[in-house]
């Protein structure tokens, strides 16, 4: 009974999330493998400079336990406010909105000792429940590492990509290919690096000093195939405007013109990543392999394709089809030829995954066996993590090369 109960006040809850989110053109979540790289210092200034640009903009602070966003945005003494069943976030400019754990705590610097499911209920909570509106950009600044708050932000804000801040020495680096990987994994596309403390700006001479050596990021988002979106210097003008409340737009000088460019290069990227899709981008086309009504491990030799089609995020039409007879290569260009852009499998063989990767079909692999209906609307909402392809059930005899 309880559970029940449970499990349907989670189903209102995410109803809510993704009535929020079907109104945000733009989520973002700022990460970054190490703490104290600038993340949070970007992920304001992003903000404060989308929503100067007229963009509405919403700043949710997840860091739970080092919430860093309204001390640099000098909001001191902040305290939620409630009305009704909403909570109103902090209106800090007619643009930008801003929501922090900050305005719950009795002390600024109480500590936050939580475990994951209070953090995750908080998470859900900021999106479900607090009175955005909607807007252009939700910027979500969270924790450093892989942990609890970026896991769930990855699950539960559908659509959501990732922008990730680096400083340029190897031990950052290295974090930082964690959170490349753990992107990957959880399927959220990364929007782009940017490096932070990149090179000072002597204030005396004004010759550039690489500290911490510099280009470090732009290398590593090369070798990743992930877009470089710029870099800031160390700048003491960063640090007295932050603990001032200020945000890099009071700078005068270069630093203020790297945070433009990086804003200008993010909006670039956004519109190309737009251009690429291909026709309506809310529009997708999924498909299942099945056995039996439901999803059938062995891809090659299923009896039928469940072909779903999603607009905005609903269900909107389902097919279901016999593939062609199997051949090395032929079901895949099948799947493909249907207009499928994404597909949902057990397990699948590297040729076939090759194909579909050349195809520009995004594979998910280790789903359960379930109904489409189940796994399209688990998938939809961030619920379906992908673990691969690796074939690893039983073939009964036959190869999996396929
Ligand atoms: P994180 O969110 O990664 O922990 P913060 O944004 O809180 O990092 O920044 C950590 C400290 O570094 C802050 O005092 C901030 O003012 C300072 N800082 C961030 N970026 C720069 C920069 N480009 N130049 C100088 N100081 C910076």
Redesign the pocket.
């Known amino acids: 009974m309880g559970c029940k109960t449970q499990d349907t006040e989670f189903d209102q809850q995410s109803e809510k999330i993704s009535e929020f989110l079907q109104n945000v053109k733009y989520k973002i979540v700022v990460m970054?493998g190490?703490?104290?790289?600038?993340?949070?210092?970007?992920?304001?200034n992003l903000a404060l400079f989308l929503s100067s640009q007229g963009y509405k903009v919403g700043l949710l602070d997840v860091?739970v336990h080092?919430p860093?966003i309204a001390g640099?945005l000098g909001l001191t003494g902040l305290r939620i406010n409630v009305i009704g069943e909403s909570i109103l976030p902090y209106q800090y400019t007619d643009n930008l909105k801003v929501m922090t754990i900050q305005g719950m705590l009795e002390q600024p610097d109480d500590p936050l000792i939580w475990r994951g499911p209070v953090k995750i209920g908080i998470i859900r909570q900021f999106l479900a429940d607090v009175a955005w509106g909607p807007l252009d950009f939700l910027i979500i600044?969270s924790p450093?590492g892989t942990g609890d708050e970026p896991l769930t932000v990855a699950q539960t804000v559908t659509g959501c990509q990732a922008v990730v801040?680096t400083t340029p020495q190897e031990i950052a680096l290295a974090d930082v290919r964690k959170s490349i990987k753990f992107c990957q994994q959880v399927n959220m596309p990364i929007l782009g690096m940017i490096e932070?403390?990149?090179g000072f700006i002597c204030p005396d001479c004004g010759k550039k000093h690489e500290i911490f050596k510099s280009g470090g990021g732009e290398k590593t988002a090369a070798a990743s195939n992930i877009a470089f979106l710029g870099r800031?210097?160390?700048?003491?003008?960063?640090?007295d405007?932050?603990?001032a409340g200020r945000g890099i737009d009071s700078l005068t000088g270069h630093?203020k013109e790297d945070m433009q460019h990086i804003v200008d290069n993010m909006l670039n990227q956004l519109n190309s990543n737009n251009q690429n899709k291909k026709g309506d981008d809310l529009t997708m086309k999924i498909a299942i392999p099945l056995a039996g009504g439901k999803l059938c491990a062995h891809f090659g030799h299923c009896e039928q394709f469940a072909m779903v089609t999603v607009n905005d995020g609903k269900i909107t039409a389902q097919e279901k089809l016999t593939p062609p007879p199997h051949a090395p290569g032929v079901i895949p260009n099948w799947v493909a030829d249907k207009g499928c852009t994404d597909i949902i499998v057990g397990g699948m063989g590297e040729a076939a995954q090759a194909i579909f990767e050349q195809r520009g079909i995004k594979v998910l692999g280790g789903a359960p066996s379930d109904t489409p209906e189940n796994l399209v609307e688990l998938y939809l909402h961030g619920r379906l993590i992908d673990a691969g392809t690796t074939c690893n059930h039983d073939h009964e005899g036959h190869d999996c090369n396929h």
């Open positions: 970054s190490k703490g104290g790289v600038g993340k949070s210092t970007v992920a304001t860091d080092g860093s640099l600044d450093p801040v932070n403390m990149s800031l210097p160390i700048d003491p003008g960063v640090v405007a932050g603990d630093t």
